[in-house]
Structures are given as structure tokens and as C-alpha cells.
């Protein structure tokens, strides 16, 4: 009977060992856009509220990203992309694929779900502004809208937006996601009801799931088996 050549203890360690390290490298939190107050975090980046920048141009927004007492400083403008990457984060879908080669440029029936927590989530500018001027309104943070500048350039001087809304100015409407809502000269200072994308590395990306802990315990006790066998 053929007899299957004996493994050496110290393959099958450096084995475990290297399975336990793509373990721990590939598997990351990648869920449902987590609410961490100021910011949210999703696919290994965090979305500065846009609130926190409501009512500032987008060239002041960008030197301030690059000032080390800022802020905003170690924050960049998100990409169209990244914001599409975003909303499929949130569980939304597009059938539309928009001019500019992004996705998101629908309108949704009445009630789309998750919508009002994603822009609770990543500020109501519309609220925002009502509240920071003592407007009164019913509307509440989430059923307004979130409307932000982008990294992507429209044309020569100009930048997309991009927006989720419930309502628009106060006017009930179907709702809608756009990748490309407006176009905004970067010199232009009072845009009183939107905000800049703004993004980071997140470390929470960082943190290995539940599972893949679970994963690397499991070589980490096979390991110390195996060399209890050895001895």
C-alpha cells in the first residue's frame, strides 16, 4: 500500500502560518454604512457629514484639506465613483447609466427604503441650513437632502455634485439619487444649501471581522497541536 510521504512539521507550520495571514489581510469589515456621529464609514472610507462643510466654496474646502491646522486637514474631495460605490453600499441599485459614465442619476417612487437614514446619515444640508437660520419647518434631518461637491470636474471651472433627496426645498418630490446634481463653480462661496464629499482611509476597514478572528484562532490552536504532537 502506497503510504503518502510524511509532511514536514515545519511546511505545515509555515502553511498554517501563511493561511492565517491571508486570513487576516483579505477579510475586512465591508457591511451596511456604519454611523459613527461625525462621519460614516463604508468600504474602507470615511464620509465627512456633510453638514461640516455646508456653505463653503470648493476651493476653500480644498486648501483646507491641505492645511495641517484645519480641520478638514487629512480629508480629500470623493470621486463621482466613490460616491456610486457608496450607494450600493446602502443597498440602493440603478438601472440608468448616466452621461458622464457614472450610475446613479434616478428618480425612485415615493418611499424608497434606507433612503432617509442614508441622508441623516451623511447630513441633511437642506435641514441643516433651516435650523442654522431659524427657519421653521416639519422637516426633519433625513427628509430633506444631501448635496455635496465631488472630486470629478464637469468642465473647465466647474465641479458635479452629487444628491440624495426626499424633498427639494421644502417641496415634496419623488425620490432621487444623482451622481451628477448641478454644476458648480469652485470659486463660488454661498452655496448656503450644500456641502462638500469628503473622504478618508477608514481604520475600521482595518479590523479584521468576527469570523476571520475566529479563522486565525483556529490556525493559532492547530499550531500548538501540532507541535504537542511533536513532542
Same mark, same amino acid.
Given at each position: 500500500?502506497?503510504?503518502?510521504?510524511?509532511?514536514?512539521?515545519?511546511?505545515?507550520?509555515?502553511?498554517?502560518?501563511?493561511?492565517?495571514?491571508?486570513?487576516?489581510?483579505?477579510?475586512?469589515?465591508?457591511?451596511?454604512?456604519?454611523?459613527?456621529?461625525?462621519?460614516?464609514?463604508?468600504?474602507?472610507?470615511?464620509?465627512?457629514?456633510?453638514?461640516?462643510?455646508?456653505?463653503?466654496?470648493?476651493?476653500?474646502?480644498?486648501?483646507?484639506?491641505?492645511?495641517?491646522?484645519?480641520?478638514?486637514?487629512?480629508?480629500?474631495?470623493?470621486?463621482?465613483?466613490?460616491?456610486?460605490?457608496?450607494?450600493?453600499?446602502?443597498?440602493?441599485?440603478?438601472?440608468?447609466?448616466?452621461?458622464?459614465?457614472?450610475?446613479?442619476?434616478?428618480?425612485?417612487?415615493?418611499?424608497?427604503?434606507?433612503?432617509?437614514?442614508?441622508? @441623516? *446619515? %451623511?447630513? #441633511?444640508?437642506?435641514?441643516?441650513?433651516?435650523?442654522?437660520? $431659524? =427657519?421653521? !419647518?416639519?422637516?426633519?434631518?433625513?427628509?430633506?437632502?444631501?448635496?455635496?461637491?465631488?472630486?470629478?470636474?464637469?468642465?473647465?471651472?466647474?465641479?458635479?455634485? @452629487? *444628491? %440624495?433627496? #426626499?424633498?427639494?426645498?421644502?417641496?415634496?418630490?419623488?425620490? $432621487? =439619487?444623482? !451622481?451628477?446634481?448641478?454644476?458648480?463653480?469652485?470659486?463660488?462661496?454661498?452655496?448656503?444649501?450644500?456641502?462638500?464629499?469628503?473622504?478618508?482611509?477608514?481604520?475600521?476597514?482595518?479590523?479584521?471581522?468576527?469570523?476571520?478572528?475566529?479563522?486565525?484562532?483556529?490556525?493559532?490552536?492547530?499550531?500548538?497541536?501540532?507541535?504537542?504532537?511533536?513532542?
Amino acid at each position: 500500500m502506497l503510504k503518502h510521504p510524511k509532511q514536514s512539521p515545519r511546511i505545515r507550520e509555515l502553511f498554517i502560518f501563511l493561511v492565517c495571514l491571508l486570513v487576516l489581510g483579505t477579510s475586512k469589515i465591508h457591511a451596511f454604512p456604519i454611523d459613527n456621529g461625525s462621519f460614516t464609514s463604508s468600504g474602507g472610507l470615511d464620509w465627512l457629514d456633510l453638514t461640516e462643510s455646508r456653505g463653503m466654496s470648493y476651493d476653500k474646502v480644498l486648501a483646507a484639506t491641505q492645511d495641517s491646522t484645519s480641520d478638514f486637514y487629512g480629508w480629500r474631495y470623493a470621486t463621482g465613483n466613490e460616491f456610486d460605490a457608496l450607494m450600493l453600499d446602502f443597498g440602493f441599485s440603478s438601472n440608468n447609466v448616466c452621461s458622464n459614465g457614472l450610475i446613479f442619476c434616478d428618480t425612485y417612487d415615493e418611499g424608497l427604503n434606507g433612503l432617509n437614514t442614508a441622508i @441623516a *446619515m %451623511l447630513g #441633511d444640508t437642506y435641514v441643516d441650513y433651516l435650523l442654522d437660520n $431659524n =427657519i421653521a !419647518t416639519t422637516i426633519t434631518s433625513g427628509y430633506g437632502y444631501s448635496w455635496g461637491l465631488l472630486a470629478d470636474e464637469y468642465s473647465s471651472g466647474y465641479n458635479n455634485s @452629487a *444628491m %440624495l433627496s #426626499d424633498s427639494l426645498n421644502g417641496t415634496e418630490q419623488p425620490d $432621487n =439619487i444623482q !451622481t451628477h446634481w448641478g454644476h458648480i463653480n469652485p470659486n463660488y462661496i454661498n452655496h448656503v444649501n450644500s456641502g462638500s464629499y469628503l473622504v478618508r482611509n477608514s481604520i475600521l476597514s482595518e479590523v479584521p471581522e468576527p469570523a476571520s478572528l475566529s479563522l486565525i484562532f483556529l490556525g493559532l490552536v492547530s499550531l500548538v497541536l501540532t507541535r504537542r504532537r511533536q513532542s
